[in-house]
């Protein structure tokens, strides 16, 4: 990968990591710990804070566990970083869905070394079940996720100059 290409990969996480903190900002100025505001029959903004990582596992684990979460952000980030530097120039969905995933990981990263927790606020809920409350990065790291899955399902790409012919 080019330095330019690598550079403009880089800014849909830089993207991904400005909205994730500034929707969360405004989460936790404009909303009260933990008391729902409806929006629709099936969506509340509800501030939490997950001191555990996805539906809070290890929530409870006494603190160790932010430390091991952040070492273990870190780590994911440096090696999605390396992997896009070594992808080739015909991959497709791939290079969007690492920088999303990258962009989801530094997000939560952020709040976790600065706050000791992740500030959730998005409450979907149907019939009295609600889905564990969840913020901007963490729909860009499914939303990468699913990408990372249909790239997986596309037939390879012939290199660039190749006539696919043989």
């Not at 990981?105 to 079940?129: E, K, M, P, Q, S």
């Amino acid at each position: 990968m080019t330095l330019p290409r690598y550079a403009a990969w880089l800014g849909l996480a830089a993207v991904i990591v400005v909205l994730d903190l500034w929707t969360k900002h405004l989460a936790s100025s404009n909303l009260d710990l933990y008391r729902p505001v409806p929006i629709t029959g099936w969506l509340n903004m509800t501030l939490a804070h997950n001191t555990g990582a996805a539906f809070s596992f290890l929530a409870d684990g006494g603190g160790w566990q932010r430390i091991f979460f952040i070492v273990v952000a870190s780590g994911i980030s440096v090696f999605l970083l390396i992997w896009l530097w070594r992808l080739p120039l015909q991959a497709r969905a791939l290079p969007s869905a690492l920088m999303l995933l990258l962009g989801g990981a530094i997000g939560n990263l952020v709040d976790r070394v600065t706050l000791g927790y992740v500030v959730d606020f998005i409450d979907v809920h149907y019939a009295g079940w609600h889905w564990p409350a969840f913020n901007l990065a963490d729909s860009a790291i499914v939303i990468g996720v699913g990408l990372m899955m249909i790239e997986s399902l596309l037939p390879p790409r012939a290199p660039a100059g190749s006539t696919g012919s043989g």
